[in-house]
């Protein structure tokens, strides 16, 4: 950390009572294997990393379980519902996932389109609920309309968590204005999930004013994912800071930078 | 009566000890309670409580874990 960024102060990142020092998250999905992936973490510098809960491959063909991997003393493990399509599969994946025994936060996903991945907001809502009673800490992963964001909050989720564009595409931030209506307007973290593809889509992101950010393809699919995960790591401070410290207004015609006066005549 | 009887694990069809605990078929799997949750016919099943719960006939099975995801 520099002396430029220290003299910015920002505010905790606080998620459903716990304090995490990076606002990067990220994936564990698709990488080429676990030692780029082991090594891309440790780059991205993020503390919560995601994970999905899935079958034990019985016959042993191969080792899928991550945590021989990662180390979940060193990393905070939000397990996913990704792959369920009801309230009530979610319910059940994220109740399994608590049972693994690291903590009771769960990145609620109910999918209601195959081939966008977009939620299904009516389930969604019904599953937060239903989490939310039963002591989970919900991060929902929500589209960027704001009445989806106000009821997943009403709701008590602990965050909500905004596409940029759709799971996997890569396609960057589509709507900052719907991402910074929400924000604007949610008294929880919000946590812009998906669609982020390069360094840059972060930055813009992080400069909307959000809280943070989670990824998984934009690293697991670069040429280089340690490289792109140390770049999302410089991203993402680089949009908080820039979002901190305020950008100039924006004219539509230019303005000079050097005096007017004292010109030759 | 046979001494082995066949149950559904993680959709397959498996034959284990009559009178198997959870815990006991895990260990016939090589696999490690501590990494792995437990569902015995939806219900999920504490560790503490693998060796005291008993297979049935028929009974479905779910053995999950953390994999990679995002």
């Not at chain 1, 936060?105 to 989490?131: N, S």
């Not at chain 1, 934009?218 to 401070?237: F, I, N, Q, S, Y």
């Not at chain 2, 060796?51 to 099975?61: H, N």
Request: hydrophobic letters at 45%; charged letters at 25%; a negative charge.
């Amino acid at each position: 950390m520099t002396a430029a960024v220290d003299t910015i102060r920002d505010t905790p990142f606080v998620v459903g009572g716990r304090t995490f020092h990076s606002r990067l998250m990220v994936g564990t999905g698709k990488y080429r294997d676990n030692e780029i992936m082991a090594r891309a973490i440790e780059a991205s510098g993020a503390e919560v990393v995601t994970v999905a809960v899935r079958r034990v491959d019985l016959d042993r063909s191969k080792e899928t379980g991550i945590l021989h991997h990662l180390d979940p003393s060193r990393f905070f493990l939000l397990a996913n519902t990704a792959g369920c399509f009801t309230a009530d599969d979610a319910v059940r994946y994220a109740r399994l996932a608590r049972e693994a025994g690291f903590n009771e936060f769960v990145k609620l996903e109910v999918i209601g389109d195959q081939e966008t991945l977009l939620p299904d907001v009516q389930g969604l809502l019904d599953a937060a609920r239903t989490l939310v009673k039963d002591g989970f800490k919900v991060l929902a992963y929500s589209n960027e309309d704001l009445v989806t964001a106000l009821r997943l909050e009403d709701a008590g989720c602990a965050a909500v968590m905004p596409l940029a564009s759709p799971i996997g595409s890569g396609l960057g931030l589509l709507n900052p204005y719907g991402i910074r209506t929400i924000k604007r307007r949610l008294s929880v973290p919000v946590v812009v999930d998906a669609g982020v593809g390069t360094a840059s889509d972060a930055c813009v992101t992080m400069e909307q004013g959000v809280d943070g950010i989670l990824m998984n393809t934009a690293l697991a699919a670069a040429r280089d994912p340690v490289g792109m995960a140390h770049a999302m790591r410089l991203a993402v401070e680089a949009g908080r800071t820039a979002y901190l410290a305020g950008r100039m207004p924006k004219h539509e015609v230019a303005v000079p930078s050097s005096p007017l006066e004292g010109m030759l005549d | 009566m046979t001494d082995s009887i066949d149950v559904m694990v993680n959709g397959e069809q498996r034959r284990v000890a009559r009178g198997a605990t959870l815990l006991e078929l895990l260990r016939s799997l090589e696999l490690d309670p501590r990494v792995v949750v437990v569902e015995h016919n939806r219900a999920i099943v504490r560790r503490p409580r693998l060796g005291d719960v008993t297979v049935a006939p028929g009974d479905a099975i779910e053995l999950v874990h953390f994999v990679g995801g995002g």
